[in-house]
């Protein structure tokens, strides 16, 4: 891979097994369990994909069109049915709400956790944990399980952890979309600074606002397959314009 490319995916194909009972209640479903009917679902179909170091990509589509699947794949969290993914430098991915923390471990302990886990050692996870609880704004609560924090302070410690681990390339799917007005403000200024740095960005969005405000390029996926790649504003017309059902 040329080494002006992070990440380069081709032929990305994923399908699930789905399993049908046929039956509405849990015991007949238990009853018919041994006649479920499998059946396979494809969730990305063929998908082609080069993101530049350095460059900001918004994916953007409707629920259910493959947006999560591929950033979980980019992730390495699940596997590619068909096709290759090749990435030049390390991934900080931020995917669920949580996800990546343990419910009955403090703050301080997720973060140690996740800093190893995502590539720091444990002395680098300790001389940056000031700077992750300032972050985060979450002085007064980083000492209790995360179990207990509301959905914007998990998203809060997940972006702090991942803006503070060195990574390369930063995957972001909608988290950031629960953090009040005043965070959300200030993990665009963050992402904005780890581009001026070099830094590379896969984000989803349903917010064409931040689409518009920080990505170079954006890609459409629509059922499973990309349907349109370009400079955002064309691409966000295009796809704002799409009358067609979703088909989840
Ligand atoms: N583990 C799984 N098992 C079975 N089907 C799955 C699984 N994960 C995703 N899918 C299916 O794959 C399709 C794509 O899902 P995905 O989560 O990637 O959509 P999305 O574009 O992120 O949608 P949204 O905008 O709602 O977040 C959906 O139809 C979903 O039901
Ligand atoms: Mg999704």
Same mark, same amino acid.
């Given at each position: 891979?040329?080494?002006?490319?992070?990440?380069?995916?081709?032929?990305?194909?994923?399908?699930?097994?789905?399993?049908?009972?046929?039956?509405?209640?849990?015991?007949?479903?238990?009853?018919?369990?041994?006649?479920?009917?499998?059946?396979?679902?494809?969730?990305?179909?063929?998908?082609?994909?080069?993101?530049?170091?350095?460059? =900001?990509?918004?994916?953007?589509?409707?629920?259910?069109?493959?947006?999560?699947?591929?950033?979980?794949?980019?992730?390495?969290?699940?596997?590619?049915?068909?096709?290759?993914?090749?990435?030049?430098?390390?991934?900080?991915?931020?995917?669920?709400?949580?996800?990546?923390?343990?419910?009955?471990?403090?703050?301080?302990?997720?973060?140690?956790?996740?800093?190893?886990?995502?590539?720091?050692?444990?002395?680098?996870?300790?001389?940056?944990?000031?700077?992750?609880?300032r972050f985060a704004e979450?002085?007064?609560?980083?000492?209790?399980?995360?179990?207990?924090?509301?959905?914007?302070?998990?998203a809060r410690?997940?972006f702090a952890?991942?803006v503070?681990?060195?990574?390369?390339?930063?995957?972001?799917?909608?988290?950031l979309?629960?953090g009040d007005f005043a965070f959300e403000q200030k993990c665009y200024a963050r992402i904005e600074d780890?581009?001026?740095?070099?830094?590379?960005?896969?984000?989803?969005?349903?917010?064409?606002?931040?689409?518009?405000?920080?990505?170079?390029? =954006?890609?459409?996926?629509?059922?499973?397959?990309?349907?349109?790649?370009?400079?955002?504003?064309?691409?966000?017309?295009?796809?704002?314009?799409?009358?067609?059902?979703?088909?989840?």
């Amino acid at each position: 891979m040329a080494n002006d490319i992070a990440l380069s995916v081709d032929g990305l194909r994923k399908q699930f097994l789905l399993s049908h009972s046929g039956a509405a209640s849990l015991k007949t479903a238990l009853l018919w369990w041994r006649r479920r009917k499998l059946e396979h679902f494809v969730a990305l179909d063929g998908v082609n994909l080069q993101v530049g170091r350095g460059e =900001c990509v918004a994916l953007v589509g409707r629920n259910g069109a493959g947006k999560s699947t591929l950033l979980s794949l980019i992730s390495r969290i699940y596997r590619p049915t068909s096709g290759s993914i090749a990435v030049n430098g390390r991934i900080a991915p931020l995917l669920e709400l949580g996800a990546g923390f343990h419910p009955d471990l403090t703050g301080v302990e997720n973060v140690v956790f996740n800093g190893i886990i995502l590539g720091l050692t444990r002395k680098q996870v300790q001389a940056r944990m000031a700077d992750i609880v300032r972050f985060a704004e979450l002085e007064h609560h980083i000492d209790s399980p995360v179990r207990t924090y509301s959905s914007g302070m998990l998203a809060r410690l997940g972006f702090a952890v991942a803006v503070h681990v060195d990574a390369d390339i930063l995957i972001v799917d909608e988290v950031l979309a629960v953090g009040d007005f005043a965070f959300e403000q200030k993990c665009y200024a963050r992402i904005e600074d780890f581009r001026r740095s070099g830094g590379t960005i896969l984000f989803v969005s349903h917010n064409m606002e931040s689409v518009r405000q920080i990505a170079d390029r =954006c890609v459409w996926l629509r059922g499973g397959k990309v349907e349109m790649e370009g400079a955002p504003e064309s691409v966000i017309t295009a796809y704002q314009g799409d009358r067609s059902e979703v088909d989840l």
